[in-house]
């Protein structure tokens, strides 16, 4: 995916400029071959009507003479502005009505441009080498002279190719904004796609709290959220994952050990019943998979429906539990308080909270281990507690034996007591007494009634 996204960015580069430059020289192609054609037309429309202007001076300059049939002298002065007669090479010759070169230059005989002028106003055109203007000299209705204009044909395609030369020079500079301009819109769009590649591969390394950074393009940011939801996601399951494993480990190990207490006094008793150890066995089975469905139930974040807590059933379980490997351990177990005020709470997840602090006390406790549940006001309270002591300063949600996975359940504990709307606390260090608080659920007055008039 990393390769794929980091080849995918260069590609998107690639394209980017590419296509940016394809549009700047299709824009070029599309204004520049017309305006081309176009400049070529207006230099030949410039070029004409400079010939036309030479002409023009030099035939009010020699009408006089060929009206009265003498040939005209052409002085310097008569041939138009100097400096442009020279550089773009213009020629004139004058010829008689029936074609004859009077003076000036050209052929010797009309052409086919000074016999068209002769029947018409003006004839103009490409003869060979040369752009050629002719134009009839009148006196009055009567044509008494041709004039004809000419200059080389490389001077006319030296002004059109400098001119196709400079805009081919601006369409390179055109082409070279573009290119440029491409650069940088393919830096800025690729560039949110290479963190994207970093953030992926970040995420396949491990690390699920690495982030996106927005960028403002709608498209972008949609795949940034959803590598993001997916990180997130990723990051959630696998934190069950090692929760379920380290409570699994945790919470396993006290029912494990009493069915195996249970096997091997068993062994030791071969007088002794099988088919009650087999029956013993059979209910610290089930409360093993019980205690399985918790945890599963814990890692998949689905809680089991709040009902009225059983709390005579509850303390069964506990005692058929620990009152074997208390004892087993020379310590005693006592339950108190099976009528307390009712709570609505998962039966699961008090029986985990519970299972935590009884092991918590068998490990770390001394003494007779005593469960009391009490009327605290508008709340349950289930009192765990042993004859050992807590330092001053320890907070043992935290620093309890937490390497060796003891600190791991309580803060379990507390967790799950909080989510069931209840608090678990410490009430005292010495003797060690944990409390699990639960909302309880009072009889309405109308339920009460009776029992009060009886």
Do not use: C
């Amino acid at each position: 995916m990393i390769l794929f996204l980091v080849g995918h960015t260069l590609s998107v580069r690639r394209r980017i400029v590419t296509l940016t430059v394809l549009a700047a020289v299709l824009a070029i192609t599309l204004f520049g071959v017309p305006l081309a054609l176009a400049v070529a037309k207006f230099h030949e429309s410039m070029s004409t009507h400079d010939l036309e202007r030479a002409a023009d001076t030099v035939a009010l300059a020699v009408t006089g003479d060929l009206a009265n049939g003498r040939v005209p002298e052409l002085r310097p002065a008569e041939l138009g502005p100097e400096g442009q007669t020279r550089t773009l090479g213009i020629v004139i010759g004058v010829y008689s009505p029936t074609g004859r070169l009077l003076t000036g230059q050209g052929p010797a005989h009309a052409d086919d441009f000074v016999r068209s002028a002769r029947d018409s106003d003006r004839a103009s055109g490409l003869l060979g080498d040369e752009v050629v203007l002719a134009e009839p000299v009148l006196s009055g209705p009567a044509v008494v002279g041709v004039i004809r204009a000419s200059h080389p044909r490389a001077v006319l395609d030296d002004r059109i190719r400098s001119t196709w030369l400079k805009m081919a020079g601006l369409a390179g500079i055109a082409i070279a904004a573009s290119w440029l301009i491409g650069l940088r819109i393919s830096a800025r769009l690729a560039r949110p796609l290479e963190e994207l590649a970093v953030t992926a591969e970040r995420l396949g390394e491990g690390d699920f709290t690495v982030r996106t950074r927005r960028t403002g393009v709608r498209e972008i940011d949609q795949v940034a959220e959803a590598l993001d939801a997916t990180s997130e996601r990723i990051g959630e399951t696998l934190e069950r994952e090692r929760t379920f494993s380290s409570d699994a480990s945790h919470q396993l190990r006290t029912p494990l050990t009493g069915l195996r207490l249970q096997l091997e006094a068993a062994l030791e008793s071969p007088d002794r019943d099988p088919y009650a150890t087999i029956r013993d066995g059979i209910a610290s089975a089930d409360r093993l998979e019980r205690t399985i469905d918790d945890l599963l139930a814990l890692a998949t974040q689905s809680r089991a429906p709040r009902a009225l807590l059983d709390l005579g059933k509850l303390f069964e379980e506990v005692r058929q539990t620990w009152h074997g490997l208390l004892a087993g351990r020379g310590r005693a177990l006592r339950i108190s308080g099976r009528e307390a005020l009712p709570a609505r709470a998962a039966d699961a997840a008090v029986r985990q909270v519970l299972a935590v602090l009884l092991d918590n006390a068998a490990t770390h406790g001394r003494g007779t281990v005593t469960v009391v549940a009490r009327d605290a006001g508008d709340a349950l309270a289930i009192d765990v507690s042993d004859e050992g002591t807590i330092p001053d300063g320890t907070d043992p949600f935290v620093t309890r034996d937490e390497a060796q996975g003891h600190g791991i359940g309580l803060r379990l504990a507390r967790s799950l007591a909080e989510a069931e709307g209840g608090r678990l606390r410490l009430s005292s260090p010495a003797p060690t007494t944990f409390t699990l608080l639960l909302p309880a659920e009072r009889p309405s007055p109308r339920e009460e009634g009776p029992g009060l008039a009886s």
